[in-house]
């Protein structure tokens, strides 16, 4: 006779409990509600052309946005008040800046578009799946390609170009060129004569 078979810990995730924070949100909930509809209807929407409004958003919500930030239309942003991004960077339609944990942003980076940066994560050795989170941590002068996830503690270093549609776990060094899920370093970034520095993104 067959006997059913019990799966372990009792059988169920306390779903309830696997989602409900374990972090410091950093934000009362009246300012979480704002910042829901500010971000749709400012940030994320896809019918205003400008970057202007949209760092203007986020500063008034907390992000520390530098000078010259280009921001394209679709981009979401998780909670502005842990968001920093320096001169000169450019994010790209459709990057989704997950951040329940600090994301820092280097100056003159790209992060092209559908680009995922992910700060959370959950404890599957324990039944509750307890929420986990880390920081990210983009360098000056990076490119991260298109379609490219980060995962939560990554680091890519200054000047490191991100292959796209690459998975970024764990720590890529300055001034290289790396891909794979994964993402490993493949070889030396080079700079032509008079150049230094990543653009566009497009």
Wanted: glycine share 12%; proline share 8%; aromatic share 8%.
């Amino acid at each position: 006779m067959n006997q059913k078979r019990s799966a372990p810990y009792g059988g169920k995730t306390v779903l309830g409990r696997a989602l409900r924070p374990h972090y410091d949100i950093g934000a009362s909930l009246p300012k979480r509600l704002a910042w829901y509809f500010v971000n749709l209807a400012v940030v994320y929407n896809p019918y205003l052309p400008l970057s202007g409004p949209r760092v203007l958003a986020l500063r008034a919500f907390g992000a520390r946005i530098g000078k010259d930030v280009n921001i394209k239309p679709h981009v979401k942003v998780k909670h502005p008040w842990k968001l920093t991004v320096g001169d000169g960077t450019w994010i790209g339609e459709e990057c989704w800046i997950d951040n329940i944990d600090q994301v820092t942003i280097g100056k003159k980076a790209v992060l092209s578009q559908r680009t995922y940066l992910c700060t959370g994560n959950h404890d599957w050795s324990d039944p509750e799946m307890p929420l986990t989170t880390a920081p990210i941590e983009i360098g000056d002068r990076a490119w991260i390609c298109a379609g490219v996830s980060v995962a939560p503690g990554s680091q890519v270093g200054d000047g490191a170009v991100v292959a796209l549609g690459s998975t970024v776990n764990g720590i890529l060094p300055a001034d290289t060129v790396c891909a794979g899920h994964p993402a490993v370093p493949l070889k030396p970034r080079r700079y032509k004569a008079g150049g230094g520095g990543a653009s566009g993104g497009e």
